[in-house]
């Protein structure tokens, strides 16, 4: 079975990418220049485990083909420290299946994933005696998603820590507004609220929010 380096598996998933974005027919000949053998031989092996995101980092963590700080796992989710963190306890939390963005996620892994969402946050935040958590779930190129397999970032955050996460205002007008609450409003209907009704889990746990609070 091939292995590959967390470097390499970046470095391939760059070219994954790039290869992705040509029209079909070019795609196969793109990846014969840009792949190296051990690459290919990689893709393949991923693609044969899961029909879909080869190459894909989190795939390979969740497979156990990349070490790394595992906080939690079940057969359906994977919790790990960050390698670049952000903060003491910086945590990832993902589904292990191949899931590149919170809309394809199923009703059978979201509403468990928020649940575990909850407790890992409670207990990193509890570990490192945080005083604050910032969850941050990014979807597409433009929101800044660099892998596409879906991840909750779940950062704990401190009096006058140095994360920053500008959302600058724009002006809108009222008929602006207006138009987008009843889109949005409108949309509901074709999306879906909650599926079923949650079963009682309430927090064994509760955040406490330590110094200035939420
Ligand atoms: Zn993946």
Known sequence: ???????????????VQEIAKLPPEEQAERAQEL??????????????????????????????KIPTKIVYEDNDFIAFL?????????????PKEHIPLLAKLPDNLASRLLILLRNVSAA???AVSAQ???VLQQNGPAAGQTIPHMIFNIVPRFDNDKVVIDMPNIDLTEEQMSEFQQRIA???????????KPEDSTPKKPIKFRGRGP
């Open 1 to 15: 079975m091939a292995q590959l380096s967390e470097e390499q598996l970046k470095a391939l998933n760059l070219k």
């Open 35 to 64: 792949l190296t053998p051990e690459e290919m031989e990689f893709l393949k092996e991923q693609q044969a485990l899961r029909g879909q995101g080869g190459g894909c980092v989190f795939c390979g963590i969740a497979q156990g």
């Open 82 to 94: 960050s390698k670049d963190p952000a903060n003491p306890g910086h945590t990832f939390l993902a």
């Open 124 to 126: 990193v935040y509890d």
């Open 132 to 134: 604050g958590i910032s």
């Open 186 to 196: 409108e949309n509901m209907k074709k999306f879906g609220t909650a599926a079923t």
